[in-house]
């Protein structure tokens, strides 16, 4: 069973930085298009980066326009690891946040975020900002 492990979330000041991990066992995130999501209370599930796979060879990435120029998505091959870095963090941002992985040839991947696609999931993890 493929799963995914979220870490790094916790309680944060305004302006301040959390770096989220997604982690696998099992499988190579490479080869998957991985998507961070969020949900808020009483909200919606929401989009908020995603990145393709390495059989995407443009690299492509997504984010949300709520997020660009604060979060950054990235992978590290080396410890199967994708990171979303979350800088300039603001209240609105508290929500649990989620890990997906799906296969690159399922959606685009701004359709994965978009359409808030993802055929595995991580249990997520709780990011706070408030002072």
């Known amino acids: 069973q493929l799963q995914l492990v979220e870490s790094g979330g916790g309680l944060v000041q305004p302006g301040g930085s959390l770096r989220l991990s997604c982690a696998a066992s099992?499988?190579?995130?490479?080869?998957?298009?991985i998507g961070w999501f969020r949900q808020a209370p009483g909200k919606e599930r929401e989009g908020v980066s995603c990145?393709?796979?390495?059989?995407?060879?443009?690299?492509?990435?997504y984010y949300a326009d709520s997020v660009k120029g604060r979060f950054n998505i990235s992978r590290d091959n080396a410890k199967n690891t994708v990171y979303l870095q979350m800088n300039s963090l603001k209240p609105e941002d508290t929500a649990v946040y989620y890990c997906?992985?799906?296969?690159?040839?399922?959606?685009?991947?701004?359709?994965?975020?978009?359409?808030?696609?993802?055929?595995?999931w991580g249990q997520g993890t709780q990011v706070t900002v408030s002072s």
């Open positions: 997906a992985a799906d296969t690159p040839w399922s959606a685009t991947v701004q359709a994965m975020c978009v359409m808030g696609l993802g055929h595995y």
């Open positions: 099992e499988f190579t995130l490479d080869y998957y298009n």
């Open positions: 990145i393709g796979s390495i059989m995407n060879s443009d690299g492509s990435t």
